[in-house]
């Protein structure tokens, strides 16, 4: 296990289309993240789940994002009907219960681009 | 608001300079502070953290000062070697079960031959 994995590492896709991102977190990792990055900006706090429980959701952009870990192992975080405002890296982070900075991962996150 | 900010959005230094980097957070029950480093095509990497009840904090090369009274810290590095240019943030790591963690806008760090 080498980390945090995310898959596509790019996404391009034309607006109105559904897009669903894959995170593979660290194997012993409790806790899943998701963050959004756009340019020159921090990551913005998404979702998190603890192993399969999705315990915060409140800050999904909007409806039209949605988050599942069904078996408390990978994670998938979908768009539907993509608009360009939705241009950004989305990051996944894992950790430990504790849930501290010095226990987080992040993964090298997915670009997406809508065009 | 609630927020954390950086005071310089670009730093150049010289290799073998030291290298300070500013953060100003209005929160003042923050108790939990980190600085990352990210670089291009990457995920935020963990640098250094404190805690409220500190106001120093020393890594390798690294060092963070935290000033509760103006609400400020800042993240020093010693002898900045050309892989140090990097963007670097410095992040909340609030209390609460999710410890999600409020980012600042970052400080691109350039090191100069």
């Known amino acids: 296990d080498t980390g945090v994995s995310q898959d596509p590492r790019h996404k391009i896709t034309k607006r109105g289309q559904n897009v669903t991102f894959r995170c593979d977190p660290i194997s012993e990792h409790n806790r899943l993240y998701w963050y959004r990055q756009t340019l020159g900006q921090g990551p913005e706090f998404l979702t998190y789940f603890q192993n399969e429980a999705q315990l915060e959701k409140s800050r999904l952009l909007s409806d039209r994002f949605s988050a599942e870990r069904p078996k408390g192992s990978f994670s998938t975080l979908e768009i539907q009907r993509t608009e360009q405002g939705d241009s950004a890296m989305y990051l996944c982070a894992s950790s430990i219960l504790t849930g501290l900075a010095r226990d987080y991962t992040f993964g090298s996150g997915t670009r997406l681009t809508v065009v | ?113």
Not at chain 2, 23 to 41: H, L, R, T, V
Not at chain 2, 79 to 85: L, W
Request: charged share 15%; with cysteine.
């Open chain 2, 1 to 113: 608001g609630e927020s954390v900010g950086l005071h310089l959005p670009t730093l150049s230094v010289q290799e073998g300079d030291n290298s300070i980097i500013n953060c100003a957070y209005s929160n003042s029950a923050s108790d939990y502070f980190i600085w990352y480093k990210q670089e291009s095509g990457k995920g935020p990497q963990f640098i250094i953290d404190i805690r409220s009840n500190m106001d120093k904090r020393q890594g390798q090369r690294v060092t963070v000062l935290l000033n509760k009274t103006v609400k400020h810290l800042s993240l020093q590095i010693a002898a900045t070697q050309p892989g140090d240019s990097a963007v670097y943030f410095c992040a909340e790591n609030r209390a609460g079960s999710a410890r999600q963690l409020t980012f600042g806008s970052g400080t691109q760090l350039t090191v100069l031959p």
